[in-house]
C-alpha cells in the first residue's frame, strides 16, 4: 500500500532558527515528490516538486532533498519567519500502471508554529 | 487574475440534504481533483477529472457526485447518502496528470 509518513507531527521554533522536516514513503513506482505549504484554512501552495532524478531543489528559504534509493525526502527552513506557521505537506505521485492520470498519496503534515 | 476559485468558502447544511460546491478554474487546466481533508488525516481523493465530459472515481466516492460540462467547472454535490460530510474540501486542478497542481481555498463544510 502506497504511504507517506511525515514526521515530527509538530514542531515549535524561534524566529530565525533553521528546521528540517522529515518524509519516507513508499510510493511505487515513484513519479515525483511534493511539498505543499498550507495556512490554517487555506488551500495547500506548492513549494518544490522533485522528479527521480533530482536532490535538491531550493525555492528562497525552502530546500527539499529528495533520497529515491531510501525513499526519503527532507524540507529545510532557513532563518525562519513567522509566517512560516502553517503545516507542510509532503505529497508523493505514483506513476500510473494503466496510463491514466498519477496517483496522489498525501502525508498527513507537520504543522510548524515559529514563535518570537 | 488567474487562479482557480471555491465558493462558498463556509457552508451549512442539514441532515438529509444535499449541497454543491463550486469549483471554477481559469487556468486553462485539462485535470480537476476534489480532495477531503479531515483533521490528522492527509488529504483523500474524491473525484478527478482529466478531461471534459469525463471524470473517474477517487479513494472515497461513496455519497458524492461531480459533473465536468466544462473545461473551467468542476462542481461536487455532496449527498445525503455521504454519512459523515462535515470537513474541509479543496478542490485542484494542473496541466496535466503529472505536473504541479493548483488549489483553491477551501469549502468547510458543517453539517447541522
Known amino acids: 500500500k502506497n504511504q507517506v509518513e511525515q514526521s515530527p507531527q509538530s514542531l515549535i521554533i524561534l524566529e530565525g532558527k533553521n528546521c528540517t522536516l522529515q518524509?519516507?514513503?513508499?510510493?511505487?513506482?515513484?513519479?515525483?515528490l511534493r511539498w505543499y505549504k498550507q495556512d490554517t484554512g487555506r488551500g495547500p501552495v506548492s513549494l518544490t516538486i522533485?522528479?527521480?532524478?533530482?536532490n535538491t531543489k531550493s525555492n528562497g528559504r525552502y530546500t527539499a532533498t529528495l533520497d529515491a534509493d531510501t525513499k526519503q525526502s527532507s524540507l529545510h527552513i532557513t532563518a525562519s519567519q513567522l509566517s512560516d506557521s502553517a503545516s507542510y505537506i509532503c505529497?508523493?505521485?505514483?506513476?500510473?500502471?494503466?496510463?491514466?492520470?498519477?496517483?496522489?498519496?498525501f502525508g498527513t503534515g507537520t504543522q510548524l508554529k515559529v514563535e518570537l | 487574475d488567474g487562479g482557480i476559485t471555491q465558493s462558498p468558502k463556509y457552508l451549512f447544511r442539514k441532515e438529509g440534504q444535499n449541497v454543491t460546491l463550486s469549483c471554477e478554474q481559469n487556468?486553462?487546466?485539462?485535470?480537476m481533483y476534489w480532495y477531503r481533508q479531515d483533521p490528522g488525516q492527509g488529504l483523500r481523493l474524491i473525484y478527478y477529472?482529466?478531461?471534459?465530459?469525463?471524470?473517474q472515481k477517487g479513494d472515497i466516492a461513496e455519497g458524492y457526485s461531480v459533473s465536468r460540462e466544462k473545461k473551467e467547472s468542476f462542481p461536487l454535490t455532496v449527498t445525503s447518502a455521504q454519512k459523515n460530510p462535515t470537513a474541509f474540501y479543496l478542490c485542484?486542478?494542473?496541466?496535466?496528470?503529472?505536473?504541479?497542481?493548483?488549489f483553491g481555498q477551501g469549502t468547510r463544510l458543517t453539517v447541522v
Open positions: 487556468l486553462n487546466h485539462d485535470a
Open positions: 505529497v508523493v505521485s505514483a506513476r500510473s500502471r494503466r496510463g491514466g492520470g498519477n496517483k496522489l498519496t
Open positions: 522533485m522528479t527521480f532524478s533530482e
Open positions: 485542484a486542478s494542473s496541466m496535466a496528470a503529472n505536473t504541479e497542481a493548483f
Open positions: 477529472s482529466q478531461i471534459v465530459n469525463d471524470f
Open positions: 518524509c519516507n514513503y513508499t510510493v511505487s513506482p515513484f513519479s515525483n
